[in-house]
């Protein structure tokens, strides 16, 4: 634990950026649940025996076994981490929508996250977000904010034509949104739609076990079902999926990018990852790296483990808006994301406030947490203007089987304690502004 005049400096050192602080500094880390839980001694155990030839590991091919078992999917490519996946894949979809005649191929997703926005950008497309009306409102409670509207994609598929979309992005949960919940009608309807037009389904799976522990608990119609049946129900409407491993893979680093049935599309992007992540067997991985993931997707999948960490999340989310706190409702399944534009309800989003809120809770608490809002949204491309951001929140990010609930109480006690001095908190304003993905080195100032 450190003092408060302490961090106070510390984080003036960081340019005011919670990326830039040492994670020595830190007192609990609620920064990103990517890559920051806890491995078990299963894990652990398979680290050991880590096959790690160049080509064709024995982990590799244990790996490939569990992604064809939990998800049915024929081909699989390892990669070092989800963006390794939307880098190698992208391009290849971009391609072959432009051979169906698209001139500016589109992406639609209920929410693209910032890297794979970045992601679609480099490749040459266009990344659109239909996320559905009920998920703006933070206050009110619906149990499937992290829905694509439908009909705002059939619509699009109407004015653009089917040719010019290159891929719809059914994104589970849906982080951007408040890490919520996508239903199994929702899934279903947007890949009926797409097949019917021959647009290819991606999901990206960083979280699919906790979206598939949601479908459980809210839809009745799954309530006896058992997580692997509700998995193998999400990615039956897939052709594809990216996944970040560093979050319901349970690993520390670790990613995929698999294929349903199409062959010609796999062995592309196959080539690709030779250039961009590694020979086609470890991606950018070790042997034991695949043999851990591989362990830690099947981990994932167990009903008391998700539900144990499910709880925890909503542990501290009650206790916030027992508090009062303005929460995204209901709390989500990584994270419990604070309404910063409630909060400091004054504050134009120019200033960025719940970037304003994270410094203020580590100065307060040495407790870290991420700015989800218009930093991260950044500008657009080619005007240079801010991209309008759905909401301004402070994400609260609890890594998988790390920290206790008596952390989390410390956590909304400061919380607590900070949020009668909202009004006292500074502007920000940009000291250094990076052109793209502005939220990981931009340095601020206040005013
Ligand atoms: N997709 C989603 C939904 C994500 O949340 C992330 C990462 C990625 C893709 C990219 O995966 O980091 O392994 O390259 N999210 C982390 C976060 C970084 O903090 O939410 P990656």
């Not at 003036?12 to 830190?26: H, I, Q, T």
């Not at 080509?55 to 699989?76: D, I, M, P």
């Not at 508090?323 to 409702?329: C, D, E, F, R, Y």
């Amino acid at each position: 634990m450190t003092t408060r005049a302490y961090r106070e400096t510390a984080l003036l050192n960081a340019g005011l950026n919670p990326f830039l602080l040492k994670a020595d500094d830190v007192f609990i880390d609620l920064l990103t649940d990517s890559g920051t839980g806890a491995m078990s001694d299963q894990q652990w155990a398979g680290i050991m025996r880590g096959d790690e030839s160049y080509a064709g590991s024995s982990s590799f091919y244990r790996l490939a076994e569990v992604v064809e078992r939990l998800f049915h999917y024929q081909h699989t490519i390892p990669v070092h981490q989800g963006r390794g996946a939307e880098q190698i894949l992208f391009p290849s979809l971009v391609e072959r929508a432009k051979q169906r005649g698209a001139s500016k191929p589109l992406f639609i997703s209920n929410h693209h996250f910032d890297t794979t926005k970045a992601h679609v950008e480099i490749a040459g497309g266009i990344a659109k977000n239909f996320i559905c009306k009920a998920a703006l409102d933070t206050s009110t409670y619906s149990d499937w904010k992290g829905n694509l509207d439908v009909a705002k994609l059939a619509s699009e598929i109407e004015q653009s034509g089917a040719e010019q979309i290159a891929a719809v992005v059914i994104t589970i949960t849906c982080n951007s949104v408040g890490g919520q919940p996508v239903s199994m009608s929702n899934i279903q309807q947007v890949s009926t739609l797409a097949r019917h037009h021959e647009i290819p389904v991606v999901i990206d799976a960083a979280r699919f076990a906790e979206n598939a522990y949601f479908i459980k608990q809210r839809d009745p119609l799954y309530a006896d079902k058992s997580i692997h049946d509700i998995v193998a129900g999400m990615f039956v409407n897939g052709d594809i999926f990216t996944m970040s491993a560093k979050k319901d893979g349970l690993v520390n680093i670790g990613g995929l990018c698999c294929f349903k049935t199409d062959k010609t599309l796999f062995e592309r992007v196959q080539r690709q990852c030779v250039i961009m992540e590694g020979f086609v067997t470890y991606g950018g991985l070790a042997g034991r790296d695949m043999e851990a993931m591989a362990i830690g997707l099947q981990e994932a999948c167990d009903e008391e483990y998700l539900r144990s960490r499910i709880a925890q999340v909503e542990y501290l989310g009650e206790k916030l808006q027992r508090a009062g706190i303005p929460v995204q409702t209901p709390v989500g399944g990584h994270a419990v994301f604070v309404d910063a534009s409630k909060v400091l309800s004054s504050v134009p989003s120019t200033f960025f406030p719940a970037q304003m809120l994270c410094n203020a809770l580590y100065i307060e608490s040495g407790v870290r947490a991420t700015e989800i809002g218009s930093l991260m949204m950044g500008r657009n491309p080619v005007t240079r203007e801010q991209e309008p951001a759905l909401f301004e929140l402070m994400r609260l990010t609890i890594p998988r089987r790390t920290y206790t609930n008596n952390h989390m109480d410390y956590v909304a006690e400061s919380l607590v304690r900070l949020i009668e001095k909202a009004p006292q908190l500074r502007k920000l304003v940009f000291e250094y502004e990076p052109e793209v993905l502005r939220q990981f080195t931009a340095r601020f100032k206040e005013i």
